[in-house]
C-alpha cells in the first residue's frame, strides 16, 4: 500500500485509505447478505447450466442448492475487487492533485490507472458469478473479464511507448480502444480459444517489462516487476494442483483455485505498482 514516498515528498492522503477499507468492508458485507438472504435457495434454477456443474473441473464441492454453489471459490474473487480498487481511488487522487505532482505517465493519465482498476472489480465481480452459479453465461463473462485488466496494461504501455503532444486525446482514446477491444472480446468469446488469448495478453505485458530494461529515459522499481512474476508462478502452481485434487480437501475454505485468485489478484496489483514507481532516469526509483 502506498503509504508515503509519493512525487516531490507527498504523501498518499488519508482519505484514499480510509474509502479502501470502507469499500473492502462494504464488498464483504454486501457478500455476505447475498449469501445469508439466498442460503438453500436454488437461485440459479432455469439459467442454461456449464459443463462445470456436473463435471467439476476444480476440486471445491458443488453446491446445487444455494446462491454460492462454490463457496470459497466465489468469496475468493472478492480479491479482484479490492486490487483494482486502490488504483480508482489513486487515480482519483491524481486527478485532484496539481500536474507538477505527476512524475510518471500513469500518473498524468489517471484515467487509465482507474480504467485499469475498474477491469480489475469486473474481473471479480465477472469470475465470482460463474464461481457462484456455474452458468453458461457466468462462464461467458469470467472468460471475458479476464481478459480485460491485461487490455488496460497493455493500453497503458502504448501510451507510455508512443507519447504524443496531444496528451488528452492520446489517453482518452487508448481508453476508449481498451473498452471497445473488452466489449468485442466479451461479444465473440465463445470463437476465441481462451488457451491461445490469455497467454498471448500475458505475453504481451511481460513483453512491455522485458523492453522497460532497455528503455534509457525512464527507471521502474524492478523488484514490483518480480513480485509480479512470482506470485504469477504461484498461482499457477496452486491451480494445476487444485485441478489434479492435490491442494486440500473438497469442503475446505483453502482451495488451490480460491489462492489462484489471490495470486493473480496480487500480480495484478503489482504490475499497477509496477507502473506507478516509474520516474525519469536520473531521479531515485521507489
Request: aromatic share 14%; hydrophobic share 50%; glycine share 10%.
Amino acid at each position: 500500500m502506498e503509504v508515503s514516498g509519493g512525487d516531490n515528498g507527498s504523501r498518499t492522503p488519508g482519505w484514499v485509505h480510509a474509502g479502501f477499507c470502507v469499500l473492502v468492508l462494504a464488498s464483504i458485507l454486501a457478500a455476505w447478505a447475498v449469501s445469508a438472504a439466498y442460503d438453500g435457495i436454488n437461485v440459479w434454477d432455469g439459467w442454461r447450466e456449464s459443463r462445470e456443474l456436473h463435471k467439476p473441473v476444480y476440486a471445491e464441492t458443488v453446491r446445487v442448492e444455494t446462491v454460492f454453489r462454490t463457496r470459497a471459490n466465489t468469496w475468493s474473487n472478492l480479491f479482484y475487487v479490492w486490487a483494482g480498487l486502490y488504483p480508482v481511488l489513486l487515480g482519483f487522487w491524481d486527478v485532484r492533485r496539481a500536474r507538477e505532482g505527476r512524475t510518471n505517465y500513469l500518473k498524468r493519465t489517471p484515467a487509465l490507472g482507474i480504467l485499469f482498476g475498474l477491469m480489475c472489480c469486473y474481473l471479480g465481480v465477472g469470475s465470482g458469478l460463474f464461481h457462484a452459479s456455474l452458468t453458461h453465461w457466468g462462464q461467458h463473462v469470467d472468460v471475458a473479464a479476464m481478459y480485460s485488466p491485461l487490455v488496460a496494461l497493455i493500453a497503458l504501455n502504448i501510451g507510455r511507448w508512443v507519447p504524443s503532444k496531444r496528451n488528452m486525446f492520446a489517453w482518452s482514446s487508448l481508453a476508449a480502444l481498451a473498452i471497445i477491444a473488452s466489449g468485442l472480446l466479451y461479444v465473440y468469446k465463445w470463437e476465441m480459444n481462451s488457451g491461445v488469448v490469455l497467454p498471448a495478453l500475458i505475453a504481451a505485458v511481460l513483453l512491455f517489462g522485458v523492453l522497460d530494461r532497455f528503455r534509457k529515459t525512464t527507471t521502474l522499481s524492478i523488484r514490483w516487476l518480480l513480485l509480479a512474476g512470482g506470485s504469477l508462478t504461484v498461482a499457477v502452481a496452486c491451480r494445476q494442483l487444485d485441478v489434479h485434487g492435490l491442494f486440500s480437501g473438497l469442503d475446505s475454505w483453502f482451495q488451490g483455485h480460491s489462492f489462484w485468485h489471490l495470486f493473480t489478484a496480487l500480480c495484478l496489483y503489482c504490475m499497477y505498482r509496477y507502473y506507478r514507481s516509474e520516474k525519469d532516469a536520473g531521479l531515485p526509483s521507489k
